[in-house]
């Protein structure tokens, strides 16, 4: 069973058009939540870091929410350089550990 | 300045062969680690290492052996290489595994083609 999982895998937006990306885990013991962005061809770009249920973080157009259960990425009023894979990732535990992402959704977004 | 640096940043060989990549950070964190992304971009830890010590080391092929020659540079060596190894190759560095804040930040990556 995943542990982390994002949904939708894809989402085609038009230029404006605010939605939300949604990533559900079933870790014990979450140490942080973390989301990035990927361009094509490059690497994962570190977004948001969220430790606690209730905690918003906001940055441009994007803000991250987490509860117990997921957490979501809502865009407001995207713009076509907001295109991108996001991906979400769990820390659990504590001492040795590192990140298990999900699969990332993909998101295209319509001038 | 690049916080995390790898080359090469393509690499096309023939099955069989053995090779190397190369990782450096200058963000002075401890911890450097090895992901593997694969065709349907799925992200996965290989390896972790925290000043210089092994300290994850997830169900990879024994073909694979990371060495840190000090904290700031993590490459990885592949021998015989085979076809299922095609795939882009991320290096990333944290402060300290002991630390609560353990943001990771990525490289830009090494795309591996075995032919």
């Known amino acids: 069973e995943d542990q982390v999982t994002q949904s939708p895998e894809a989402l085609r937006l038009q230029e404006g058009e605010s939605s939300s990306l949604n990533c559900s885990y079933t870790?014990?013991?979450?140490?942080?939540l973390f989301w990035y962005r990927q361009d094509p061809g490059k690497g994962p770009e570190f977004l948001f870091t969220?430790?606690?249920a209730g905690e918003e973080k906001e940055k441009e157009r994007l803000k991250a929410t987490l509860t117990k259960k997921e957490s979501f990425l809502h865009i407001t009023a995207p713009k076509p350089e907001d295109s991108a894979t996001y991906l979400c990732?769990?820390?659990?535990?504590?001492?040795?550990?590192?990140?298990?992402f999900g699969k990332g959704t993909m998101l295209l977004v319509s001038p | 300045d690049t916080a995390v640096s790898q080359t090469p940043k393509y690499l096309v060989t023939q099955m069989g062969n053995d090779k190397s990549i190369k990782c450096e950070q200058n963000?002075?964190?401890?911890?450097m680690y090895w992901y593997k992304q694969d065709s349907k971009k799925f992200l996965k830890i290989m390896f972790s290492?925290?000043?210089?010590?092994?300290?994850i080391n997830e169900t990879v092929p024994n073909r694979f052996s990371p060495k840190s020659p000090d904290k700031a540079h993590l490459n990885l060596h592949i021998n015989s290489l085979e076809l299922g190894d095609s795939a882009v190759y991320f290096c990333?560095?944290?402060?300290?595994?002991?630390?609560?804040?353990?943001?990771?930040?990525f490289g830009p990556g090494t795309r591996l083609l075995v032919l």
């Open positions: 990732a769990v820390q659990e535990g504590s001492g040795y550990s590192t990140l298990t």
């Open positions: 870790v014990s013991g979450l140490r942080g």
């Open positions: 990333a560095s944290s402060q300290g595994v002991q630390r609560v804040q353990e943001t990771q930040y």
């Open positions: 963000l002075g964190h401890d911890t």
């Open positions: 969220l430790y606690s």
């Open positions: 290492y925290n000043n210089k010590e092994l300290i």
